[in-house]
């Protein structure tokens, strides 16, 4: 296990409870705002970025390349920590440049160099081609994976893990599950990891945003016995998929009034990747009694709020009352 890390998040990160939906669904529904790890170094992937830097330093690479959706919340953060530690940042990005907004316009700003390739295009071969150069070049690079989902930033979860115990001391409360958006896998493979390790017996439960079950309990299997070539079982992996709707990053008016009652009844926003699918499968499994057997539920913010889009703005807009402006005629 890696021992060293940056320490740049705003950690612990804060629990509260969700006072008017638990009242609602007859639960304890608590939240852990991993939102609030930072600005521009917000949500789960700081968490992660802080062993995979501190691996690039300890390992005198100069220049790091990661990938990622257009929309990449990682890709932003690695632009971010990147300029904050002098090291050069490539980023590889998926899909078509409709508007220089959100973590886009950030990374930019961030001075990150920013390749953006059909979604046709593979990847790590762009990452691999990338690498070439830049040796050819002289330069020392470092390839994290996308999400930063591999042995070293998954540690990033493990430790969280360790604050999520830490703070149910605290406030005297012991939650049942552990509920959270899978999107690489880093993130439910630290926290599985934690469980386990601390032979605890809590649910860890991950909803999927885009792939298949299977799909995720295969690449966070192989993450985990990177970690550790000796765990006994993968039984109590739990990933659900049925809430992926429309595809990755895809919203249904249904979805989107969701996270606008969220945020009216709770104060929260939730993002329409990520957050907000996980956080509407866990109230519709609730509902649907499939977490009868549990009183004290937490759900981990993950981030993500600059994934709306103009588009998914505009539409949410048509949702909401319309906005009183005495300037128009
Ligand atoms: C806001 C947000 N939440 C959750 C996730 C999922 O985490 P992971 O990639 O570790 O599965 C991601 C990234 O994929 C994310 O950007």
Redesign the pocket.
Known sequence: MLQNKLNIANLNTPIHKLEQLSAALNKNIYIKR??YTGTEIS???VR?LEYTLQYVLDNGYDTVITT?AIT???ARATAALCAQLNITCYLVLRGNMAEFEGNLFLEAMLGAHIHIIEPSVSREETMEQLRAELEKQGKHPFTIP????DWI??HG?INAFDEVVEQESDMNVQFDSIN???????????LWYGNISHDLNKNII?FA?DQSTDA?KTKIIEILNHLDDNIASYETLFINDDYIGLGYGQATDEELQFYIDIAQQEGIIL?P???GK?FRGLVEEIKAGNYDDQNNILF??????Q?YTQETRARIQQLLPEITDDKKQ
């Open positions: 991993d939102d949500g789960n992937k992660k990622g990449s919340n990682h996308v999400g930063a989902s930033g998954t979860y959270l958006a899978v999107g690489s896998g880093g993130t439910y493979a630290g991950g945003v995720f993002d990747t990520y957050t996980a981990i913010h993950t981030g993500g709020l994934g």
